[in-house]
């Protein structure tokens, strides 16, 4: 079975850090393209950031320069180091592993989340 499971979520001041970790199993977890997105309330979920099985990343404009993506692949564990918090940070995060194939079929997996709150 594939399960991606989050933690490192938690509390923090303005300004402050955090880093999520997800751990992943039951995928060939070098080949997937992973990723972090969020979802605060009312709002839809959204892109944070991504990293290919190459290692490119790819970040929202919002936290470019404030947040980095990164992956072992021998752990099969992808990492979110979230720097210079803002409250507009806080959301569920949510680890992503996203593949497709050579004819053209895609899959997505999810974890279950895990809460960030940035104070004032």
């Known amino acids: 079975q594939v399960q991606l499971v989050e933690s490192g979520g938690g509390l923090a001041q303005s300004g402050g850090s955090l880093r999520l970790s997800c751990a992943a199993s039951?995928?060939?977890?070098?080949?997937?393209?992973m990723g972090w997105y969020r979802q605060a309330p009312e709002n839809q979920r959204e892109l944070v950031a991504t990293?290919?099985?190459?290692?490119?990343?790819n970040y929202a404009d919002s936290v470019k320069g404030r947040f980095a993506i990164s992956r072992d692949n021998a752990a099969k564990a992808v990492y979110l180091q979230m720097n210079s918090l803002k409250p507009e940070d806080s959301a569920v995060y949510y680890c992503?592993?996203?593949?497709?194939?050579?004819?053209?079929?895609?899959?997505?997996?999810w974890g279950q989340g895990t809460q960030v709150t940035v104070s004032s």
């Open positions: 992503n592993a996203h593949r497709r194939t050579g004819i053209g079929r895609s899959y997505d997996y």
């Open positions: 039951g995928i060939s977890f070098s080949i997937y393209t």
């Open positions: 990293i290919t099985s190459g290692g490119t990343t």
